[in-house]
């Protein structure tokens, strides 16, 4: 009795070794499912990226119309961050009188010669932090509805508590 129960345990122990180190979801690189119901699953799950929950909703954000969207909104905003004048009082008139002026401060103040192309890179790399900093775009009212709403949630969850 004693060595099977000592069997037993080495079977489940061996049995939960296996089963740790294969993940749910995980299939080894030759395997290949043999009912058609799993096929079918591998067949759709490898080549779309999308989540389950993205198809439930009908997100399509991964798709290229979608992604020309969003650089395209993503432009918008980085138009709409273009400063009106440097720190000096000069005015910058556009993106491109930007790029020209940074290209020229840098030269005056620090001696680097930079190429267009760079700059630019530069410029649209700080108008797209400026343009997606989220604590610079809170306003007091964002603040305050903020702050309504917790103490309506905190309120609420007290009344329903003292019910019971």
Do not use: H
Not at 30 to 38: E, L
């Amino acid at each position: 009795t004693e060595v099977m129960l000592w069997t037993i345990m080495l079977w489940l122990g061996q049995l939960g070794l296996c089963a740790a180190y294969r993940p749910i979801g995980y299939r080894p690189v030759g395997y290949r499912p043999r009912s058609m119901r799993s096929r079918a699953l591998c067949a759709c799950t490898d080549a779309d990226t999308s989540s389950p929950m993205q198809k439930l909703l009908g997100i399509n954000r991964n798709t290229p119309e979608a992604k020309a969207k969003q650089a395209e909104w993503a432009r918008e905003q980085m138009e709409r961050e273009v400063p009106k004048s440097t720190l000096s009082g000069a005015s910058i008139e556009d993106r491109q009188d930007f790029i020209r002026q940074y290209i020229a401060s840098e030269r005056d103040k620090f001696g680097r010669e930079i190429p267009w192309a760079e700059a630019e890179a530069e410029i649209d790399a700080w108008l797209l932090k400026q343009a997606t900093f989220a604590p610079s775009k809170t306003s007091a009212t964002d603040v305050g509805l903020g702050v309504l709403v917790f103490a309506a949630a905190f309120g609420l969850g007290l009344f329903f508590a003292a019910k019971q």
